[in-house]
């Protein structure tokens, strides 16, 4: 199996985009297909001593970056690191994409130079959110601000699908988000969207309120992009503010500072469970071959995850089994 | 000043009700106006030795509760403690209202007994949301699932007009909910918010992340009654559930336990601070008479916050300020 890594993509390109090319080489035994700049990416190898038993360069002088306007992949930055690595994905020259470059782009990327699965209305990202005991899938993740209430059934289907085969669980329990768990709950889009996912061939469980879902009492969380986005971020953002806060109580004097010591493992633990570079990348489902979305800050370890579930999601035939469950 | 005081409404009525009006009454100088079962609240005065200087009983029999349809307050529930109250409030036997019963109801009565003021297109529930430094108010946090963008505009001003008569904080700065801080994300509801709040006579400091809001970087944030809802309650259950996680490393040994001793004090006063109990209601804002929405689970402490925010609200005419910066 071959893997195109964008190697220009994500805040710590290339050093620890290429070390993770090479330690999913060597680990889950994947032929890597990098681009880049050729000489900057060679040099990066030397200078590191990283090796690769076999690695295909495609040499690109261009980079997308954060700031530039995603639909650009195809035009002005046509000639990108990710735009090459989704051609490569398109020409069947790899099975799997990988990029920790931008988000935008990577949508626009997949949906269309790779394009959609037949059927398929939008495309959108989902992650696994970690949770005390376990994890929770969230889709749409902001690949759609808005969206109609059959997107969110297709989203529901695809997060089934994903959950099932990358995930190995069975028979997922997929939720949609909304203010209450009345059906009746929300606007016309989750009003609508519930009859819809009633009757898609999921285990729809009905809705479940934000106050739950960070306890991860289901396993497929379906959303509009806008509120998935929202919720993502939010998480992030209270978790970061309580452990500052934490910190604050741990560090405030010699007696707390030592008594800090002893419950530091356990703190650490739970920092790097509601860590989400943690939980691998995020899938962009519903185009017709499989991309990975790598979080921005991946460091090798995080881009080894994401090859892997790259992997894993092209072995298990995802795409075709979404396919067979929306037609 | 007169408050009128929903005895029936919430978790922990009627007992933490009265027992907050009394302190109320001594503590903040207002007169108390109780509705709900007379013989009821009688005997509760007289188990619990309460004691009020000068308070009225308006005797109701119903109660409306949280799985009763909101809008059962005008027909099959007009007889409740609820209903009771805010027509005491329409007809000027009372300056205020406060209740802890169901927030749907609330929103009903303000709207249709009390009404809204003259150009509010829709009244929203705002609320402050504790962060580490300080606080910022949220709105709508759940009044109305769908918005117009007019309406985000009106919430911005009546946020404003709300932080600087209540809080006390000068020039708030009012931002817009969003998933990007360029004017050019979201959805069309808010591309337009955005246009429209830039040309209100507020603080506008443009969009605000969720990553970032719990740091308290704002004064008040604005977004849509579905997605408000959403973050109040993720945020609740984030820090729930962190709050699990970290229990469960403090108790997990003697050693730990006694660690966790020391830092006790520290935690309880994070835990404290995050707890929306402390502060106070909820503003409906845009009705025409001060309505504050205590939390469901208020004791008599939060009542008592919520009859001062109620007092605050109706000296500093927070009413004819947004009726002035409206039209």
Chains 1, 2 share one sequence.
Request: glycine share 10%; with cysteine.
């Amino acid at each position: 199996m071959k893997v195109v890594v964008d190697a220009f993509g994500g805040d710590n390109a290339p050093l620890e985009i290429i070390k993770g090319a090479a330690l999913a080489e060597s680990e889950l035994g994947v032929d890597i297909i990098l681009t880049g700049d050729e000489a900057v990416i060679n040099k990066c190898i030397e200078d590191n001593n990283i090796t690769f038993k076999n690695l295909e360069i495609v040499h690109t002088t261009d980079v997308i970056s954060m700031h530039d306007e995603p639909t650009s992949l195809l035009k002005a930055h046509k000639g990108s690191s990710m735009a090459e690595a989704f051609r490569i994905l398109a020409d069947s020259k790899a099975d799997a994409f990988v990029s920790a470059g931008s988000t935008g782009a990577v949508v626009v990327g997949g949906t269309l130079i790779v394009k959609r699965i037949k059927g398929i209305k939008r495309p959108a990202l989902g992650s696994m959110i970690p949770s005390p005991d376990s994890s929770y899938f969230l889709m749409d993740m902001g690949a759609n601000a808005e969206c109609r209430p059959e997107m969110l059934q297709q989203f529901g289907v695809m997060a089934s699908v994903y959950l099932e085969k990358v995930e190995g669980r069975e028979n997922p329990k997929i939720a949609l988000l909304n203010i209450g768990t009345e059906d009746t709950k929300g606007g016309e889009l989750q009003q609508e969207a519930y009859k819809l996912l009633e009757n898609a061939p999921i285990n729809f469980v009905g809705n479940v309120e934000s106050r739950e879902m960070p306890k991860g009492v289901v396993d497929g969380v379906v959303t509009d992009g806008f509120t998935g986005n929202i919720a993502l971020k939010l998480i992030e953002g209270t978790t970061v503010t309580m452990f500052k806060m934490l910190k604050k109580v741990f560090y405030k004097n010699i007696i707390t500072k030592l008594a800090t010591l002893t419950l530091k493992n356990g703190i650490m633990g739970i920092k790097q469970k509601m860590d989400a570079s943690e939980v691998g990348g995020a899938p962009l489902l519903g185009v017709a071959k499989p991309v990975i979305k790598a979080h921005g800050s991946s460091d090798a370890v995080a881009i080894k995850n994401a090859i892997r579930q790259a992997k894993i999601f092209t072995e298990k035939d995802v795409i075709g089994t979404i396919s067979a469950n929306i037609n």
